[in-house]
């Protein structure tokens, strides 16, 4: 009889490890999750709602890491699922949009009464208002410190009271006060502590990053390396645009200092060398402008969006002089300063 118990629970085992095996190969992504308090009604619902997408599995933690050691030499990535068997823990596997999967395993939560000894998974709060019940029962709301006062014949509590702080256990005279107030301040349900998705472990708060934070956190982080970057010299992709500027601005100063030249910066040292001339021009150029006002109107953004454009202040010994220079992009990487 005990040889065919002990054979009766080895097979038990056996296909147990058998059937976790075939899981881990057939999907992808695993919840952990904390089935606490979870009736076995809830369980079945939950399982109901997963059904086509979602396998949920349950075992003693014992049996489930003594088969995930058995797998790591086969798959070293399930190492990473060690850690998180502990407690009263369940596994939901599933080859599903993760986000949904998540919203269906939380949505599953029912109304629970305080009960003493339990701890609060979130702050007890007893409201104000009018209770209904006799005055003889001031005292019992006395001994909890809950504001009270008769009105009509009947306890009211005066102002809003957190009664139980949450992860606090519940004491029997908050019980019983919750109880007699039909309050049922708790639910229960599935709670999922860790997401193990193609070989990673992570929070499950992490599924509730959406595209726009994701954005944000990568274009911030592009302009921290751009500022790191231009700051100690060291050259990088973000940076690039602003290097070649940079560098250009270097260059058309050395050109106005020096021989070198081209049609571009002759033209600017012509404008610092005969500013008059140009100032002369400057008022009728305008005028025969304004009258071209309507057509030109989107001219200035097409070219202040063009990366052939750009502006380049230079001083010289008569004065400074600022102004909007063509900038031929294919000519700054043919210059050679010598």
Same mark, same amino acid.
């Given at each position: 009889?005990?040889?065919?118990?002990?054979?009766?629970?080895?097979? +038990?085992?056996?296909?147990?490890?058998?059937?976790?095996?075939?899981?881990?190969?057939?999907?992808?992504?695993?919840?952990?999750?904390?089935?606490?308090?979870?009736?076995?009604?809830?369980?079945?619902? =939950?399982?109901?709602?997963?059904?086509?997408?979602?396998?949920?599995?349950?075992?003693?933690?014992? !049996?489930? /890491?003594?088969?995930?050691?058995?797998?790591?030499?086969?798959?070293?990535?399930?190492?990473? %699922?060690?850690?998180?068997?502990?407690?009263?823990?369940?596994?939901?596997? +599933?080859?599903?949009?993760?986000?949904? $999967?998540?919203?269906?395993?939380?949505?599953? /939560?029912?109304?629970?009464? *305080?009960?003493?000894?339990?701890?609060?998974?979130?702050?007890?709060?007893?409201?104000?208002?009018? @209770?209904?019940?006799?005055?003889?029962? @001031?005292?019992?709301?006395?001994?909890?410190?809950?504001?009270?006062?008769?009105?009509?014949?009947?306890?009211?509590?005066?102002?809003?009271?957190?009664?139980?702080?949450?992860?606090?256990?519940?004491?029997?005279?908050?019980?019983?006060?919750?109880?007699?107030?039909?309050?049922?301040?708790? $639910?229960?349900? !599935?709670?999922?502590?860790?997401?193990?998705?193609?070989?990673?472990?992570?929070? #499950?708060?992490?599924?509730?990053?959406?595209?726009?934070?994701?954005?944000?956190?990568?274009?911030?982080?592009?302009? $921290? &390396?751009?500022? &790191?970057?231009?700051?100690?010299?060291?050259?990088?992709?973000?940076? $690039?645009?602003?290097?070649?500027?940079?560098?250009?601005?270097?260059?058309?100063?050395? #050109?106005?200092?020096?021989?070198?030249?081209?049609?571009? =910066?002759?033209?600017?040292?012509?404008?610092?060398?005969?500013?008059?001339?140009?100032?002369?021009? *400057?008022?009728? #150029? *305008? #005028?025969?402008?304004?009258?071209?006002?309507?057509?030109?109107?989107?001219?200035?953004?097409?070219?202040?969006?063009?990366? !052939?454009?750009?502006?380049?202040?230079?001083?010289? +010994?008569?004065?400074? =002089?600022?102004?909007?220079?063509?900038?031929?992009?294919?000519?700054?990487?043919? %210059?050679?300063?010598?």
């Amino acid at each position: 009889d005990n040889k065919e118990k002990w054979g009766g629970k080895s097979a +038990t085992k056996a296909a147990y490890f058998d059937k976790l095996k075939s899981l881990l190969d057939e999907y992808r992504t695993v919840f952990i999750v904390g089935v606490d308090n979870v009736s076995s009604q809830q369980m079945h619902e =939950i399982r109901m709602s997963l059904r086509g997408e979602g396998v949920v599995l349950m075992g003693k933690n014992t !049996m489930v /890491r003594r088969a995930l050691k058995g797998f790591i030499t086969e798959n070293p990535e399930f190492e990473r %699922l060690l850690p998180h068997v502990k407690g009263n823990v369940g596994f939901i596997f +599933t080859n599903g949009d993760l986000k949904a $999967t998540k919203e269906k395993i939380l949505a599953n /939560r029912v109304a629970a009464p *305080a009960r003493a000894g339990a701890f609060a998974p979130a702050d007890v709060w007893v409201p104000a208002g009018n @209770t209904g019940m006799e005055p003889g029962k @001031t005292s019992f709301f006395q001994a909890l410190g809950v504001p009270t006062k008769i009105a009509r014949g009947t306890i009211e509590i005066v102002s809003d009271l957190k009664l139980v702080e949450a992860g606090n256990k519940v004491g029997a005279s908050e019980a019983s006060l919750l109880n007699l107030l039909n309050i049922s301040p708790f $639910t229960y349900g !599935m709670t999922i502590s860790q997401v193990y998705d193609a070989g990673q472990c992570f929070s #499950a708060d992490v599924l509730d990053i959406d595209d726009e934070t994701l954005l944000k956190a990568f274009s911030s982080a592009i302009n $921290t &390396i751009t500022t &790191i970057s231009l700051a100690v010299g060291y050259p990088t992709i973000p940076a $690039t645009i602003h290097s070649i500027i940079n560098s250009y601005k270097k260059v058309l100063a050395v #050109a106005v200092e020096t021989d070198y030249s081209w049609p571009e =910066i002759d033209e600017l040292k012509d404008r610092i060398a005969n500013p008059d001339a140009y100032a002369s021009a *400057a008022p009728a #150029a *305008a #005028a025969g402008a304004a009258t071209d006002a309507p057509k030109e109107a989107e001219k200035p953004a097409e070219e202040e969006r063009s990366p !052939m454009r750009t502006w380049a202040s230079v001083s010289s +010994t008569k004065r400074p =002089i600022l102004k909007r220079i063509r900038l031929p992009c294919i000519r700054f990487f043919n %210059l050679t300063l010598t």
